[in-house]
């Protein structure tokens, strides 16, 4: 007896998911937003590839207990190993040390694109994700990291996010390593604690003081019974890192005299007061204020090659988690100064700052409030009542497309009627167009309202239902421009 042929399973990789029509207009049209923002600050759009070498990519992602610390990596033919990229900032890098003899300097660029992380998926957590950044890489003047905030908050308020809905925080990794000083992680022997103060700082926000505090000690215990090992830090290490993530107080004025008192004696702790309080001055002259950009101490970032300013944009509204429980909806962009990037090719140091967009946590955020539609308006379907007609219809859809009309002819089989305006339906069309021979002899064709007549009966007044009935017959002549009237063109 024959083997039975295994067919493979029709399902998407783990932590991997597929987007269909309405999700992809809304991304494009909000990297369409994102992208005339960033033109408008002057940036120009880089492509690069979705590979690189691991080497170029380097070794900064914060999961590093995954296979290949956290990238899909494979081993080329000639033994190179090669990764999809982690984010676009990596590759930017590559590319500035790789053409800097041609580049502009500073070189501002954006780039936009898909991004694949190897780490543990989970709710909203996915493997391959799309960014949005913007970047400025030779300047060290803290302009640069004051610019990148604000285009920042234009950009949010430019795809749907109003003021008040959102909040900029800025901090700088150099007071951090100030408070590290003073809590005796100074070094190289110290890195790995720093690491674990770094990622713990980093979920403040979610896991409260007391949860940091834990981790900052000997570790801590989740809901599901993992352990996380801690920093082994003594209480009153704790202390200092604990009075620098809480230090934000009223107003930026305030939350600078708290963080210089923090650092001490600490010169690159106070170089991070500096920059934080030329920041706040800069965006206050172009208008910025407090109620859309704040210092925040409990800013860090995750990733480990940011060296200065840190910024993060967090949505202020709460949304229902899966339990119907409210909560904030949280961070949907990152991002700070990185000059050691670039130094890594070149061995001279490069300055760089720049900002990523989470676009598809954006979206959900918009999709959560209702601020974007879930859905889009189909096309309009030419249906087929005599399918030895079908240069006809093929004639017909042909017009209503020259007049910049969304339109298709049903292709399926056109023996049933009922189901091709069941199709039409499935594809949200806002109209069918109907023309059989009797209306072909007469010259006319009839045009069918398919989101009226959806909506008549449980929206639509009397009066209205008059006013614009669900069908209508018109001179085959006139089908393009009354089909635009119908869809209110």
Sequence with gaps: MAEKTRRPRAETPKGFRDYFGAEVTERKRMLDQIAAVYHRYGFDPLETSAVETVEALGKFLPDVDRPNEGVFAWADEDQDWLALRYDLTAPLARVAAQYRNDLPSPYRRYAMGPVWRNEKPGPGRFRQFYQCDADTVGSASVAADAEICAMLADALEEVGIPRGDYVVK????KILNGVMEVAGLAGDDKEVERGIVLRAIDKIDRLGVEGVRALLGEGRKDESGDFTKGAGLSAEQADVVIG????RRDSGVATCARLRALVGASVTGADGVDELEAIAALLAAQGYGPDRIVIDPGV??????????????ELTFKIL???????????????????????????QDVPATGVSIGVDRLLAALRAKGRVAGSSQGPVVVTVMDRDRMADYMAMVGELRQAGIR??????NPKNFGNQLKYADKRASPIAVIQGGTE???????????I??????ESATLEEWKDRPAQVEVPRADLAAAVRKMLGQ
């Design 321 to 347: 988690d899966e339990k119907g429980r409210p909560r904030n909806f949280g961070s949907v962009a990152g991002g700070g100064r990185y000059d050691g990037l670039v130094k890594r090719f070149t061995g």
């Design 300 to 313: 860090v970032r995750g990733l480990g090659y940011y060296t200065g300013p840190v910024y993060e944009a």
């Design 244 to 247: 620098f993530t809480t230090a």
């Design 452 to 457: 009226l007549g959806a909506k008549i009966a």
């Design 407 to 412: 339109a298709e002819v049903y292709l399926g």
């Design 170 to 173: 800025v901090n700088n990794r």
């Design 440 to 450: 072909a002899a007469a010259g006319k064709v009839i045009l069918k309202d398919l």
